[in-house]
């Protein structure tokens, strides 16, 4: 009796789940637990290989003179650091050709200088050119009415010739006999300067015509 009581426990026993079925529930447990990670407000991560890293920012020096760089001072000038003790000047602009034909520095320029890369040492492509340079400190003597600078702009002061030619002086000069103009304002045409515009003025950029008044407060 005992052995027929065994027999039948055993035969009490779940039979085994056909192959079909257990590849069924392994594919539910499979979309659960895609379905959890998938919850609103969460990322799935992309396992399938690395993400490429942004390309690195240009190294230093890589643009001899380019814009935002700084140059030392000296007969001899070269590249350095911005923070650097020897740092004398910073680039506005940076430009291919020559100042006459390429395109004007900005009006706060204090100096122009001419840039020449030769050999197979040149860096870059701005071979040949010029940088629009402005002091890290004072004196400007791009600001108006400073009397220097490679361009004459609105509120500089100039010195006119019988050749019909004008030079750039101090608005707070005091010294010279010539007459002095002050450069009031910029137009596109010289119709458009005011009626009591005394000297125009050849300028650079989108408004090339300088209209100036004698100067008779300094």
Request: proline letters at 11%; one cysteine or more; aromatic letters at 4%.
């Amino acid at each position: 009796m005992d052995e027929r009581m065994s027999s039948g426990a055993r035969s009490r026993r779940p039979a085994p789940l056909p192959a079909r079925v257990v590849l069924a529930v392994a594919a539910v447990v499979v979309a659960l637990l895609l379905t959890a990670c998938e919850a609103p407000g969460r990322t799935v991560t992309d396992d399938r290989g690395p993400v490429p890293a942004p390309p690195a920012p240009s190294p230093y020096g890589v643009v001899f003179l380019g814009p935002g760089d700084c140059s030392s001072r000296g007969p001899v000038i070269r590249e350095v650091f911005c923070r650097s003790e020897k740092a004398a000047a910073t680039v506005l602009a940076r430009h291919l050709g020559t100042p006459s034909s390429g395109p004007p520095c900005p009006d706060a320029t204090d100096f122009v200088l001419h840039v020449s890369e030769t050999g197979t040492g040149a860096r870059s492509r701005l071979t040949t050119g010029y940088a629009c340079m402005r002091n890290l400190e004072p004196p400007h003597p791009g600001d108006p009415g400073q009397g220097g600078g490679p361009l004459t702009v609105v509120g500089d002061c100039v010195t006119a010739s019988r050749a019909g030619e004008v030079t750039e002086t101090a608005c707070a000069d005091a010294g010279g006999r010539a007459p002095r103009y002050r450069v009031e304002s910029a137009v596109r045409r010289r119709a458009q300067c005011p009626d009591d515009t005394d000297l125009f003025v050849s300028l650079r950029g989108e408004k090339p015509v300088g209209c100036a008044r004698r100067s008779t407060g300094w």
